[in-house]
């Protein structure tokens, strides 16, 4: 039985306790989930070769003898049993103390705060240089489908998505700053200029793909009963390409998008290495390649939260792209 008018009232407000019930659920997963990482990440580090004690007293200076070694691991409480290490820096990681990096010496939230920031703009400019290359390219493509020009557009994009970023970078680094110096080779990431060739080289990989995805979504679209619906009345093809076509393609996007920020977020590590960018996953190899377990464990917490909210983000931002999505839940 449809719904009068004394019901709608009634209707929406079923809909929005509905979406607030899987928003719920969804905080409720990630949770579960980052205390599963939270286990695994700490077991793994806890198997590792390597004496925290011993790499503590190498970083600092002190000669790491065996009453040294002995005398910190007991007042670090490494000769606890693993279950009393792990809940003892759970508890502490829960209020935001993952302890001090054994290499650097300082906090570690206080070095993924310092080092957030300059990966977060490095994510984002690269995004939207993604975004002015492959939303345009991927229409045209699709627009001029079996054309010299689709054919150009997915010759490229295959040539794209065929290059790693590590050779893209260092080619990049060779031309624009040993041949033509025009940018710095070692980035400093507090100023513009040091950002564009990182960016553009994670940019290049992406749009790529992003193209390839556009077309396939706008081709979707366009074989659809409602375009041929519009055509047959008269619609002007640039407003059914952008009124329809275009938002009607965005949900499938906008999945992708979530996922590659947070992927960009925790994978940045190659680019940021190869152009000396102090971002997170650069200061992610140098704790790798000093066995500094407390900084592993908290990058790794730290880029999982990240990209589980981001994908939360995501799911609640269906609501507002396609009204269909309201109705399902």
């Not at 019901?7 to 205390?35: A, H, N, S």
């Not at 007042?75 to 829960?94: C, E, H, I, K, T």
Request: with cysteine.
């Amino acid at each position: 039985m449809p719904f009068n008018n004394y019901d709608y009232p009634f209707k929406k407000w079923g809909e929005r306790l509905l979406t607030k019930k899987k928003i719920i659920m969804r905080i409720i997963q990630i949770v579960i989930v980052l205390f599963g990482i939270s286990f695994f990440t700490f077991l793994l580090t806890y198997l590792a070769p390597g004496d925290p004690a011993q790499i503590m007293l190498t970083s600092s200076g002190v000669m790491p003898t065996e009453s040294a070694v002995n005398a910190l691991r007991e007042s670090m409480g490494y000769n606890d049993p693993f279950f009393v290490q792990y809940f003892r820096w759970l508890g502490n990681a829960l209020h935001g103390d993952f302890g001090m990096s054994f290499s650097l010496n300082k906090p570690v939230v206080e070095l993924l705060l310092a080092r957030l920031w300059p990966t977060l703009k490095l994510t984002l400019f690269s995004m939207v240089l993604m975004l002015i290359v492959s939303l345009p390219l991927g229409m045209l493509s699709a627009v001029k489908e079996n054309t010299w020009i689709d054919n150009v557009v997915r010759g490229i994009t295959f040539v794209g998505v065929s290059m790693p970023n590590f050779w893209v970078g260092l080619l990049l680094m060779l031309v624009f700053c040993v041949k033509l110096g025009i940018f710095p080779v070692i980035c400093s990431g507090g100023t513009f200029k040091s950002m564009i060739l990182p960016s553009v080289t994670l940019a290049i990989a992406m749009s790529a793909k992003y193209t390839r995805q556009v077309r396939t979504a706008v081709l979707e679209e366009l074989h659809q009963d409602y375009v041929i619906g519009a055509r047959a009345r008269g619609v002007q093809e640039r407003k059914i390409l952008w009124r329809n076509v275009f938002n009607n393609s965005l949900l499938p996007l906008i999945t992708m998008l979530g996922l590659s920020v947070g992927s960009l977020l925790g994978g940045t590590a190659v680019v940021e290495v190869i152009f000396s960018y102090p971002g997170l996953g650069n200061l992610a190899v140098a704790a790798i390649t000093s066995n500094d377990y407390n900084l592993i464990q908290g990058y790794v917490l730290w880029v999982a939260l990240i990209y589980m909210v981001i994908n939360l983000i995501v799911d609640i931002s269906y609501n507002f792209v396609d009204p269909r999505m309201r109705l399902a839940r």
